[in-house]
């Protein structure tokens, strides 16, 4: 997985989720949740799917998708407070 | 030297997991035909697809330029690279997923989403972005689909 796959994270969805399961396991379950588009930078990754793509925040963890040709969407949770912040700069807000 | 700040424009085809064997066959048959219609083709996918075309085709008469797909969409991204048209090859969540990522990156090129494998009716569904779409139950046989491909891009029918 490149950079993330560096990264210590928390997969909370198993293997073979679909986006769309993705996306609304973030919406029901984070009260803080951001919308990016599909090439946004996430740890240095530009992240893939069908816009819009749902983040969930708590405090300093980010919960997001993660898309591979083979496995389908990974839905990780790492924890990174100025990754946080950044997305809480640069992505919209659900209103 | 060439004006590494202009965008090059290209057709690419976005090939996904290659465990469908119809993939290869549908890629290289692509492949021949764009670049033989006048396309500079660039082909973007994982390692390992990418190297299921190199090893079939080591001469590269008809695969060209290949690109692992995360440097292609970094490429995109950073407006280095535009393509029209782009094709994309999908049989699971995943592909569409990175076709509704194309469609984002590139909103005025012609999207082609190939569509197949054991149950493609239900992936076809889940594709609510503008593109063209060629839908075909095929996993092993290619044949159905190589004639729908002919239909979509008005190519005329081989005998092969």
């Given at each position: 997985?490149?950079?993330?796959?560096?990264?210590?994270?928390?997969?909370?969805?198993?293997?073979?989720?679909?986006?769309?399961?993705?996306?609304e396991?973030?919406e029901?379950?984070?009260?803080?949740?951001w919308?990016?588009d599909?090439?946004?930078?996430?740890?240095?990754?530009?992240?893939?799917?069908?816009?819009?793509i749902?983040?969930g925040?708590?405090l300093?963890?980010?919960?997001?998708?993660?898309?591979?040709?083979?496995?389908?969407t990974?839905?990780?949770?790492?924890?990174?407070?100025?990754?946080?912040?950044r997305?809480?700069?640069?992505a919209?807000?659900?209103? | 030297?060439?004006?590494i700040?202009r965008p090059?424009?290209?057709?690419?085809?976005?090939?996904?997991?290659?465990?469908?064997p119809?993939?290869q066959?549908?890629?290289?048959y692509?492949?021949?035909q764009?670049?033989?219609?006048?396309a500079d083709?660039?082909?973007a996918?994982?390692?390992s697809v990418?190297?299921?075309?190199?090893?079939?085709?080591?001469?590269?008469h008809y695969?060209g330029q290949?690109?692992?797909?995360e440097?292609c969409i970094?490429?995109?991204?950073?407006?280095r690279l535009?393509?029209?048209?782009c094709?994309?090859?999908a049989?699971?969540?995943?592909?569409?997923?990175?076709?509704?990522?194309?469609?984002?990156?590139?909103?005025?090129s012609?999207?082609?989403v190939?569509?197949?494998g054991?149950?493609?009716?239900?992936?076809?569904?889940?594709?609510?972005?503008?593109?063209?779409?060629?839908v075909?139950?095929?996993?092993?046989?290619?044949m159905?689909?190589?004639?729908?491909?002919?239909?979509?891009?008005?190519?005329?029918?081989?005998?092969t």
């Amino acid at each position: 997985m490149g950079c993330i796959e560096n990264l210590k994270y928390e997969m909370l969805l198993p293997l073979g989720a679909s986006f769309k399961e993705c996306r609304e396991y973030v919406e029901k379950n984070f009260k803080e949740v951001w919308y990016v588009d599909p090439g946004y930078k996430l740890f240095d990754e530009y992240i893939i799917g069908l816009p819009p793509i749902a983040l969930g925040l708590d405090l300093g963890k980010i919960v997001f998708p993660y898309t591979k040709p083979c496995h389908g969407t990974y839905l990780l949770l790492v924890e990174d407070a100025d990754e946080a912040d950044r997305v809480r700069k640069t992505a919209r807000k659900k209103k | 030297m060439s004006d590494i700040s202009r965008p090059t424009g290209k057709a690419l085809l976005v090939l996904g997991c290659p465990e469908a064997p119809a993939q290869q066959a549908i890629a290289l048959y692509l492949a021949h035909q764009l670049r033989t219609h006048g396309a500079d083709l660039l082909i973007a996918g994982n390692p390992s697809v990418l190297n299921l075309l190199k090893v079939s085709d080591p001469d590269k008469h008809y695969i060209g330029q290949t690109m692992v797909l995360e440097k292609c969409i970094e490429e995109i991204v950073e407006k280095r690279l535009t393509a029209d048209p782009c094709v994309v090859c999908a049989h699971n969540d995943a592909a569409i997923s990175y076709a509704a990522t194309m469609r984002h990156l590139l909103p005025d090129s012609r999207l082609v989403v190939i569509i197949f494998g054991k149950d493609p009716e239900p992936l076809a569904a889940s594709v609510d972005f503008p593109c063209e779409k060629i839908v075909e139950k095929a996993v092993h046989n290619p044949m159905q689909l190589k004639n729908k491909v002919n239909e979509v891009f008005g190519w005329a029918v081989s005998r092969t």
